[in-house]
C-alpha cells in the first residue's frame, strides 16, 4: 500500500514538472510562485529522478504483485 502512495506521489509530482520541461511560459509563471530564474533546469532534474521513480516504483508493483 506504501508503494502505491509513493508510486502516485512520484506520478504527481513528475506531471507537475512535465509542462515546465518543455514551455518557457510555464517556467515563467513556476518562477513567480517559487522564486527560480527562467533559465534553469531544475525542474529538468525533478521531472527525470521522478520519472526514474515512477518506474522504478511500478516494477517493484509488478514484481510484488
Known amino acids: 500500500m506504501v508503494i502505491h502512495v509513493l508510486y502516485w506521489i512520484a506520478f504527481a509530482i513528475q506531471m507537475f514538472c512535465?509542462?515546465?520541461t518543455i514551455y518557457t511560459d510555464v517556467r515563467r509563471v513556476y518562477g513567480r510562485i517559487?522564486?527560480?530564474?527562467?533559465?534553469?533546469?531544475?525542474?529538468?532534474?525533478?521531472?527525470?529522478?521522478?520519472?526514474?521513480?515512477?518506474?522504478?516504483?511500478?516494477?517493484?508493483i509488478l514484481i510484488m504483485g
Open 18 to 20: 512535465f509542462p515546465a
Open 34 to 60: 517559487f522564486n527560480t530564474r527562467i533559465d534553469t533546469k531544475i525542474y529538468h532534474k525533478i521531472f527525470y529522478c521522478m520519472a526514474t521513480c515512477v518506474i522504478i516504483l511500478f516494477i517493484i
